[in-house]
């Protein structure tokens, strides 16, 4: 991960700016630097993972024209030996090839981008700033406007605390120009419904996961991958074994007494034979950590926080233990395929608006965990379930074969990688909850320590104090009142709780958590 950040106006403090901007050097500990456009300043703090000299050190200059890149640019080599016949280049870096692609297409580039990026561009002939945002918002970006009126976007909120009243979320798919957030891809809107034949379904499934695994490994520094042991980060290592000629490196934790996952992370482990770590955590750990967990993610969700905890700790010990710099995870299948809850949904067309929005809304919720966990300890995240070719088709694929009729939720992707992947229990074991995979007891742990905390009388009455995504539980009122600390009144840049959907027969919970569903089942065992 990088720290992008630009004010966009020619009266800026520069101290200010500066002040801000540090407060994520963490993001990108190699090198920094702050350039003055002449109507604003641009900054950037550098995580070299491609081009790893000096000269791939953003921001990247043409005329007079400037850009700040957090993203990965796959594919452009081939973009960038088109471009090399008008324009010369200084560096290895990927994203050295923005600056020509928006002289040559404008904003126009963005659509033809197959990325995971955040960015902003100085126009020097138009003398006026353009951000944008990858369409599902794997990398963040952040805005809001000074006491002028002045448009300030950053890559956490952190940064831009004390420099505007309200700081929003820049919208996915989008980019910004002229004071105007204009929409270049809506990935989940389907077009034309693709009613393949169910073989044909999963073979593309196949084909084009093991497509974006692949094009993930490709960097300059070196690549490990989380390893839960459930389905979704297991099948990512597997494919990623396969293509890679030496062991791969995983990387699995879980709670001392409980966590569910780590036998079956190291029965993937030692099937697919990689060079495998298991970190463990205590109660004191989990308690001591979340008011920084809180802080790093930004959020007061219930289940980010929650599914946090372990990923925040195991990313710290690798951060303190190895050279490795880029993670794979195995984020955004979930809301593709199903999870426990929607298998509630009453038909497909519900099922098929239901991922629809989960995958606008996922930049507030797993994707940010993911980001800040990882990038708050100095890593890149890269999301294969992510590639906007394979998200594309599977939001295309007719929902009536994406709905649980087979009596396995997931089951086309199971079904696609049938085979030697990976073994069959883990192939098609039931979902575990990702907090209840590092350990039942730490979501317990957790709820005991909010319930000492607050007598009923204390609930009752702070939780009044919001209205906005108002706390239910005390436990959300914990996690409200840690966040307010340090992102006070900012509680809209969280749209709600992660939750089922309460409209359908069988999700009306008072916890996000998948083991309070009836169909949990065997899923935490």
Known sequence: MCSIMGYCGSSVDLALFQEGFDRTISRGPDDSRIVDTGNGYLGFHRLAIMGLTPSGMQPFALDGS?????GEIYGFEKIKKVLAEKYTFQSESDCEVLLPMYREFGTDMFAMLDAEFALILYDAEAKSFIAARDPIGIRPLYYGYDKNGVIVFASEPKNLVGLTERIMPFPPGHYYKDGKFICYCDIAKVDKVCHDDLETVCKNIHDKLVAGVEKRLVADAKVGFLLSGGLDSSLVCAIAAKKSKTPIRTFAIGMSEDAIDLKYAKQVADYIGSDHTEFYMTKEQVLDSLETVIQALGTFDITTIRASMGMYLICKAIHENTDIRVLLTGEISDELFGYKYTDYA????????????????????????????????????????????????????????????????????????????????????EKAAFSDAVGHSMVDYLKAYAEEKYTEEEFQEKARKYTHAAPFTKESLLYREIFEKYYPGQGEMIVDFWMPNRDWEGCQVDDPSARVLANYGDSGK
Request: net charge negative; aromatic share 12%.
């Open 66 to 70: 400037y850009v700040v890149c957090n």
């Open 346 to 429: 009453p038909d497909a067309d519900a099922f098929q608006k239901e991922a629809q929005k989960r995958l606008h809304e996922l930049h507030m919720y797993d994707v940010l965990r993911a980001d800040r966990c990882i990038s708050v300890h100095s890593l890149e995240a890269r999301v294969p379930f992510g590639d906007l070719d394979f998200v594309k088709y599977v939001m295309s694929v007719d929902p009536e074969k994406k709905i649980n009729t087979y009596g396995k939720g997931k089951y086309l992707l199971r079904h696609a990688f049938e085979g030697d992947y990976l073994p069959h229990e883990i192939l098609w074991r």
